[in-house]
C-alpha cells in the first residue's frame, strides 16, 4: 500500500532552534501540500508544489518558513527560527495532479517550548 | 477568493440514526469533491469522492451528492455507529489545490 512518509513524527524543541521536517510523496505523485492544524481544527494550506516548482506558498509566513523539493522524493518545510505559536501538526499530502485525491501522511506534531 | 463553507460545526447523533453534513463551494470551476475522516491523533484518510458529471455516489453506508447549480455538496451516513465519531472534511478542487471546509466533529451516541 503506497503511503505518504513524514519525518520526524514528533518533535521536541526549544524557542529559536531550527526545524526541519521532510515528506516521502506517493511515487509517481507529481503534486505535494504541506498543512498545518492545530487543535484538530482546520487544515491549513502553507505551500504546494508541482513537478517540484512551487506554486503557492502565500500561506507561509515567509520570514521565518521555507519549503523546498531538492527531488522528487523528497519535500521540506524548515522553520528557522522556531517560536512557540508553530506548535502544530504539520502534514504532507501528495497527489497526482489530475482529479484524484490527494493522500496525507500521518503528520509531524511539533512542540516548540 | 476560493471558500468552501462547512455546517455544522458539531454534531451528535443516536447510534442507529443518520447524519448529513453540508458543504458549499465558491469556484464554479471545482470538478471534484472529496470527503476526509479524521479520528483523533491520526492523518485525514479519504472515505468517498465525487466528480461533478455525477450527482450521487454511494459506499456501503455512506452517500455524497453534489448540487452544481447551487454549488452545494453534502456527506449523508446511515446507521451510524460508535466509530464513525470523528472529524470530517469536505474539500473542493481548484486550480491544482484543494480548498477545504472547516470541518465538522461527528459523535456518536451509543
Known sequence: ?113 | GENVEQHPSTLSVQEGDSAVIKCTYSDSASNYFPWYKQELGKRPQLIIDIRSNVGEKKDQRIAVTLNKTAKHFSLHITETQPEDSAVYFCAALGTYKYIFGTGTRLKVLA
Open chain 1, 1 to 113: 500500500d503506497a503511503r505518504v512518509t513524514q519525518t520526524p513524527r514528533h518533535k521536541v524543541t526549544e524557542m529559536g532552534q531550527e526545524v526541519t521536517m521532510r515528506c516521502q510523496p506517493i511515487l509517481g505523485h507529481n503534486t505535494v501540500f504541506w498543512y498545518r492544524q492545530t487543535m484538530m481544527q482546520g487544515l491549513e494550506l502553507l505551500a504546494y508544489f508541482r513537478n517540484r516548482a512551487p506554486l503557492d506558498d502565500s500561506g507561509m509566513p515567509k520570514d521565518r518558513f521555507s519549503a523546498e523539493m531538492p527531488d522528487a522524493t523528497l519535500a521540506t518545510l524548515k522553520i528557522q527560527p522556531s517560536e512557540p505559536r508553530d506548535s502544530a501538526v504539520y502534514f504532507c499530502a501528495s497527489g497526482t495532479g489530475d482529479v484524484q485525491p490527494q493522500h496525507f501522511g500521518d503528520g509531524t506534531r511539533l512542540s516548540i517550548l
